[in-house]
């Protein structure tokens, strides 16, 4: 079984990464940002319970999965079933530019223009990881990366990031 989770700030490159994996290695794909939200606007957090209980039910319909998200405290509710936590820490900057050339994601959006309207606010967020102290923060997932004890990888470029598809799909 493979079981791997992605974690990092918006942009550094994890619904990349996990699509790879996914292709590569034959794994379903959840990204957490489909399971974290209500569908309301403003936008506003599902109860962590409840998006448990979800991913929880996605792992036991996939014998081999990748999930990722930038969601601590949802990724603690499954840690314990993971192989292999990734955590992808590129840099502010990089995230940044990423951010500015990622395409168009559907399963969030409902145009590009719609994805493009929320860029600035995004490049905010992105811009405050090293501050911030929440479940998204660089703190957050630095304490979470080094408590896990199972195989963990941090990547700190995006051409690192592509050496953990080729050293995945080896397993």
Same mark, same amino acid.
Not at 95 to 115: D, F, G, M, T, V
Not at 142 to 157: Q, R, V
Not at 159 to 169: G, I, V, Y
């Given at each position: /079984?493979?079981?791997?989770? =992605?974690?990092?700030?918006?942009?550094?490159?994890?619904?990349?990464?996990?699509?790879? =994996?996914?292709?590569?290695?034959?794994?379903?794909?959840?990204?957490?940002? +489909?399971?974290?939200?209500? %569908?309301?606007?403003?936008?506003?957090?599902?109860?962590?319970?409840?998006?448990?209980?979800?991913?929880?039910?996605? /792992?036991?319909?996939?014998?081999?999965?990748?999930?990722?998200?930038?969601?601590?405290?949802?990724? %603690?509710?499954?840690?314990?079933?993971?192989?292999?936590?990734?955590?992808?820490?590129?840099?502010?900057? +990089?995230?940044? !530019?990423?951010?500015?050339?990622?395409?168009?994601?559907?399963?969030?959006?409902?145009?590009?223009?719609?994805?493009?309207?929320?860029?600035? /606010?995004?490049?905010?967020?992105?811009?405050?990881?090293?501050?911030?102290?929440?479940?998204?923060?660089?703190?957050?997932?630095?304490?979470?990366?080094?408590?896990?004890?199972?195989?963990?990888? !941090?990547?700190?470029?995006?051409? %690192?990031?592509?050496?953990?598809?080729?050293?995945?799909?080896?397993?």
């Amino acid at each position: /079984m493979l079981h791997i989770i =992605i974690l990092g700030n918006s942009g550094s490159g994890k619904s990349a990464l996990a699509n790879k =994996i996914k292709n590569e290695c034959d794994c379903a794909h959840l990204d957490l940002d +489909t399971l974290a939200w209500k %569908e309301v606007t403003p936008p506003e957090r599902r109860n962590v319970g409840d998006s448990g209980k979800a991913i929880k039910s996605f /792992m036991a319909s996939n014998t081999n999965w990748v999930i990722e998200g930038g969601y601590t405290d949802l990724i %603690e509710l499954v840690l314990d079933a993971t192989c292999i936590l990734i955590y992808l820490n590129p840099g502010v900057e +990089t995230c940044i !530019e990423n951010c500015k050339n990622r395409p168009w994601e559907p399963h969030k959006y409902a145009s590009i223009e719609l994805q493009n309207e929320n860029l600035a /606010m995004l490049l905010e967020w992105v811009r405050d990881y090293e501050d911030r102290q929440d479940t998204f923060s660089k703190s957050a997932h630095e304490s979470l990366f080094n408590a896990f004890n199972g195989y963990k990888y !941090e990547f700190i470029s995006n051409s %690192e990031s592509n050496l953990a598809l080729s050293e995945l799909s080896g397993m």
